[in-house]
């Protein structure tokens, strides 16, 4: 496996993609060509691109706490905009909230 590169396996989707090492998650499906994750304001504001993170490790940038609370992140969700992988990831899309009290799950 290139270094320079994570292996990001959206799980819900059944697809995997390579993104460039220091790329937020967002971004590299993007340069990718991909919609395996939904695309809003891409500055963490929207929470469009709400996913969770099953395995591996990422870098976040801040993100709004009406979208991610800080139970939230324990659980390991995340805005894709906001995550920069730091290794192979596996991940689920399609966690966006519309409203603040409807269920995630």
């Known amino acids: 496996m290139d270094t320079e590169f994570c292996r990001i396996h959206v799980r819900n989707r059944d697809q995997v993609l ?22 809003g304001c891409r500055k963490g504001g929207c929470g469009l691109c709400r996913i969770r993170i099953l395995s591996g490790e990422v870098a976040c940038e801040k993100m709004s706490r009406c979208h991610v609370s800080a139970e939230d992140r324990a659980l390991g969700y995340a805005l894709a905009c906001r995550v920069i992988p730091q290794t192979d990831l596996v991940i689920e899309s399609d966690h966006c909230r519309l409203f603040q009290n409807t269920p995630t799950e």
């Open 18 to 39: 390579l993104i460039r090492r220091g790329d937020k998650l967002l971004q590299g499906m993007e340069q990718c060509g991909q919609q395996l994750i939904r695309v």
